[in-house]
């Protein structure tokens, strides 16, 4: 219980947003019988679980022990709280904290996590109930654990693993049970979104009845997940669930293709329509984790919830000049996600002096690589890049377009005959007029884009290493696709 350090603290104290205003919302008098003239705070979760906590307000306990937290947010709609002590260890406790409570609170410090006392919160005395089931149950399972350590046979493993998913599924019905005679509740509605898809045993057939389904399992959990998840209770937002449980379905059960992130996230965000918190925090998180993922494509989806919901006002919480960083970030994304045809560049040819288009390279496929004579990453690039190219892409048909991106003439030529990339065709840009970096979203070096033979990307940011299975997989579906037309034809 005492889990917080003083950064995670003053990093938490920092981040903290309540502004207060007239209508109290809340009253939580808290007494501490071993604990006089200290501070204490008042902390909510939002979305993660610890250490990401933050601070709602601050009071001094008085000579008697005692503080009054008085809530005057007009946005406040409850969740799981806690009373963190001023103390070198960070002593706290949690509660459940609901809009128009009034109770108080009484602990003993050297007693915790035990001996909290409520009074006025019949919701917190049952939670406290739970807390110390809870406790009996995690004392079982390490006994259970320490069992299975000694076992000597499969028969008693069999035995120790039978017990152990016995008392799983009489937790899981304590929970069940709680929510049946409470509904709706704050700790029933967290013991809902707790509930894990339980598969039904197999076997799972297709459609004719003969063959085994191998991805029911997969499909039943993911169609299952959001089961008990209440999508219109911000309460939820202010405990450290949400942020796992997304995390887990868009990670693990989404396929990580564009279309698919996309209607995922329209889902998500439709389930959360008409909240405040469920709905901020479902869009901020979809929008950091795709303009953060390394997978290829997921620029696009960025560029898809910046025109579907923060060009419309959807983001209310977000400034003018907030909203404008993500704006910009997406118009200079937009011309080059995966799918959409290159934007032309024209450039002198660093040895020969002659202009040269990208859109006139002839080639089944054209690699675009932005480079820094000077930078140490495609030093140690461009030369694996030369291998590969001579080894497997010239063999395709794959031409290359560089881009020096700094460096004088002669420091570009020499990289140029240092690396044997003469057969290249290789241009700079000394005037700075062809505006590449806005077209190509070029912050860093090296930047490198597939382009087929129509000019289309199909694919950005690679490496030496993955050029070759993006061409493969494109090759692969060219061929299929021909395939299912030749099919066609002959019906």
Known sequence: ?????????????GMATQSFGREANYH???HMTDVKDSLIYLVHYYGKNRPTIFISDSMRLDSKGNATFVGNDSTFVGGIYIILLGDKERTNFEFLLNKGDNMTITATKSKLPDGIVFKNSPENERFLDYIAYLKGYADKQEKLKEKLKVATTAADTDVVRKQSIADTKVLTAYRRDYVKAHPHSLLANVFSAMEVPEVPEGPHMLEDGVTKDSTFAYHYYKSHYWDGWDFKDDRLIYTPLYDAKIEEYMGKLVLPWTDSVEK???WLLKKASGTRDMFHYTLWWLTRDVENSKVMGMDEVFVYLVENYYMKGEAFWLTNDELSKYLDRAQKI????????????KLPNVLTKKEESLM???GEYTLVVFYSPNCGHCQHEIPKLDSVYKEVL????????TVATEGDEKAISDFI?????????NTWDPDHTSDYHNKYDVYSTPTIYLLDNKKIIRGKRLDHSNIGSVIEMLEKKAKAAKEKGSTKVKE
Do not use: H, S
Request: net charge positive.
């Open 417 to 425: 005959k240092k690396n044997n990339m003469e057969t290249w065709t």
């Open 28 to 30: 939580v008098q808290v």
């Open 334 to 345: 937009a011309p080059n996600v995966i799918g959409n045809i290159a934007p032309e560049v």
């Open 1 to 13: 219980m005492k889990r917080l350090t003083l950064i995670a603290l003053l990093l938490c104290f």
């Open 394 to 401: 010239k063999a395709k048909g794959l031409k290359i377009y």
């Open 360 to 362: 006139a390279q002839k």
């Open 264 to 266: 995922e996230a329209d």
